[in-house]
């Protein structure tokens, strides 16, 4: 397999602050993402938690607690950190192996509902490539899982490639098909403006419960009835399923490092998603891990957009499950 001629880790150049709201809780918070160590991977902090055992958490797929609504990382009933969905698929997707992300509450804030904000923070922190080299984890023997008429499964590919299909029994969103090479150039446009969606009264359902207090037209999609009820209308007709792709680009990050090959999937969700990952690293007849040759550390730019000459496959160590109201 021919791998990116800068195979080395990165990590953001500089410290970048971002604040919201957290769309289940409601509540304010701000969270600073910064430098990590090579081979440390995405680390959580929660700095409101100092001193307490477990305030820092590190995002793979050991740690995830519950991937009901969104994800959770940590000890439910200690210090956790939840709806990491939408910032751990951009670190992935934008090459960022290593951060230490500082965060004064349990919740990432849901920004727009899409991960444009996390995109325009990387970009004006930029990255610094480290001189420790890149894993890689190849398909090499098809994987499938089925739930019921739902599957999914991975094949072998020479690069990252998503084939995602959902069905919805709802006008608004049907049948939706995106097929997508993953490159920090295709998330930027092709997917990283999607938002969370999700029908009315199941999110007036939450509120009730207590969840999804902070959801709102400013940072969901929201369908009534058969039509969109957010004056602006959709970003893409298709909105829905390239949602979903980041989603899974999230999920699979769980893996720990990047993986080599094609999914496919139909009318999957989080708990699918792991599934397939999850009897994919219990195949060890079905992957191979392999390493890129580093090169020495350096900047590359305040505004590097994720991509350096001779780079055709991003790197990732961070994992996520979307925040799906739906």
Not at 260 to 283: D, P, Q, V, W
Not at 301 to 309: D, L
């Amino acid at each position: 397999m021919s791998l990116p001629i800068d195979g080395a880790q990165k990590t953001l150049r500089e410290h970048v602050t971002l604040a919201g709201i957290g769309v289940h809780s409601g509540k304010p918070v701000t969270m600073v993402i910064g430098p990590g160590d090579a081979d440390t991977g995405i680390l959580f902090s929660r700095t409101d938690a100092a001193g307490d055992t477990g305030a820092d958490i590190a995002a793979v797929r050991s740690a995830v607690a519950s991937t009901r609504r969104c994800t959770v990382l940590g000890d439910p009933n200690g210090v956790y950190v939840s709806t990491v969905e939408h910032l751990l698929a951009t670190l992935s997707a934008l090459g960022v192996d290593n951060a230490l992300i500082e965060i004064d509450g349990p919740e990432v804030p849901v920004m727009d509902g899409s991960a444009t904000a996390f995109v325009e923070a990387i970009d004006s922190a930029g990255l610094m490539v480290q001189s420790a080299s890149r894993g890689f984890i190849k398909v090499v023997k098809p994987v499938r899982v089925e739930m019921g008429d739902a599957f999914a499964e991975f094949r072998p590919h020479a690069g990252r490639r998503f084939e995602i299909e959902i069905d919805f029994d709802c006008g608004v969103i049907g049948r939706q098909v995106l097929a997508l090479d993953l490159t920090a150039h295709s998330f930027r446009h092709e997917i990283a403006r999607a938002r969370t969606f999700g029908h009315m009264n199941d999110v007036e359902r939450l509120w009730e419960a207590g969840l999804a207090l902070g959801s709102s037209l400013e940072n969901s999609v929201v369908i009534g009835g058969d039509a969109v009820i957010n004056p602006e209308g959709l970003r893409w007709t298709d909105e829905f399923v390239r949602h979903k792709v980041m989603d899974v680009i999230g999920d699979l990050a769980l893996a720990g490092g990047p993986i080599i090959g094609a999914y496919r999937s139909y009318k999957g969700g989080h708990k699918l998603n792991a599934e397939a990952l999850g009897m994919l690293l219990s195949r060890k007849d079905a992957f191979e891990t392999v390493r890129s040759p580093a090169t020495g550390a350096r900047k590359i730019g305040v505004k590097t957009r994720g991509e350096t000459p001779g780079e055709a496959l991003p790197g990732v160590l961070a994992p996520a499950f979307a925040p799906d109201i739906s």
